[in-house]
């Protein structure tokens, strides 16, 4: 059964190029970097990972991306991922980057931008794994401050697939960007948004209805309101589901408490991905083993959850097919 994951080729769509910095890198490039770091071993960083809720993840989060300063430095994280892709057969992912986590620190956007981009492209090229971008605005910040990196990523569409909204949630509701969502729109950037993570149902409302997103991000309290399962049923939204993330920031205590169960169930679009896997200790397969272990998913739940990122990822239809003919080629041959 093991195997069965590894070999499923799966998209990942949910994963922040920032949580993919393992603490071994984190202190090479400190030290390339001359940045301070209050951990001077990998296994003093991987202690400090404890966390108790999403805000307490992401001071830390914060912390590690200040060794991130140059071009190159972008580049071999975005590397160093697409490395850990291959080995999860992972054929096509959609990054999120967070460019205000950078500029904020003096970082120039383009400097971000050309260093994940030069990594995707070659990865497409070397790893034959497809990849798309996704511009996050950090949602504990202001509107105006989104607005103003939406202003910067505008040249840059043809690198930048979409937009997504992550951050701190709670108090942050999706409605306090609808104007930077409805410009992004406007100049053709497709959009999803983290919502219902810690987060009520009604963020996911205002995720559909005021931002009109494509895709929910996390979406897990959704099953507290019978509506919004109708609707996001009825309309095969995605919810790109990261269960030990999950976990690891508390919104359920256990792997066994998470509700992918009921999410399948319900008959919704959930896909399984990774987040911060850097952060949490677990890769995509990682993620996919411990809900089956946990949930006694069989076979064809497994297929379907890989079936699922697919479905929900933005490859478009020709890409799309032939991805899903070849998961559909690999699961009949480990029959
Ligand atoms: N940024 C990185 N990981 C995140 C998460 N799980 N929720 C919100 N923002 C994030
Ligand atoms: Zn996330």
Avoid at 208 to 216: C, E, G, H, N, S
Avoid at 219 to 235: A, I, S, W
């Amino acid at each position: 059964m093991q195997d069965f994951i590894d070999r499923l080729p799966k998209a990942e769509l949910h994963v922040h190029i920032e949580g993919t910095l393992e603490p071994e890198l984190m202190l090479q490039l400190a030290e390339r970097n001359a940045v301070g770091l209050r951990y001077s071993t990998v296994e003093e960083a991987r202690a400090a990972y404890q966390f108790s809720d999403l805000r307490s993840f992401l001071n830390i989060y914060y912390e590690g991306a200040r060794v991130l300063l140059r071009e190159e430095d972008f580049h071999d994280l975005t590397w160093a991922y697409l490395l850990k892709a291959r080995q999860n057969n992972v054929i096509h992912t959609e990054i999120f980057f967070d460019p205000q986590i950078h500029t904020e620190r003096g970082v120039p956007f383009d400097t971000v931008l050309s260093g994940i981009r030069a990594a995707l492209d070659a990865g497409r090229r070397e790893l034959d794994i497809t990849s798309h971008l996704l511009l996050c605005f950090l949602r504990h910040l202001s509107a105006d401050a989104a607005m103003s990196t939406l202003e910067q990523a505008l040249p840059h569409r043809d690198a930048i697939l979409g937009v997504g909204l992550d951050g701190s949630e709670v108090g942050n509701p999706p409605s306090k960007f609808a104007s930077v969502f409805e410009r992004a729109r406007k100049k053709g950037f497709l959009s999803v948004a983290h919502a219902g993570e810690e987060g009520p149902p009604d963020y996911i409302w205002q995720a559909l209805d005021v931002l009109r997103v494509r895709r929910i991000d996390h979406g897990v309290r959704c099953l507290e309101n019978r509506r919004l399962v109708e609707r996001l049923r009825r309309d095969q939204v995605p919810l790109t589901v990261c269960p030990l993330s999950n976990v690891k920031l508390r919104v359920f205590d256990r792997i066994e408490d998470h509700n992918i169960g009921q999410l399948l169930e319900a008959g919704l679009c959930v896909s399984v991905n990774s987040d911060d896997p850097a952060y949490f200790g677990a890769y995509v397969n990682d993620n996919y083993r411990a809900v089956r272990d946990a949930h006694g998913l069989g076979r064809s739940e497994i297929l379907r959850l890989a079936r699922n990122s697919l479905v929900a990822s933005f490859l478009d239809d020709t890409e799309k097919r032939r991805c899903l003919a070849d998961l559909e080629a690999s699961a009949a041959g480990a029959r």
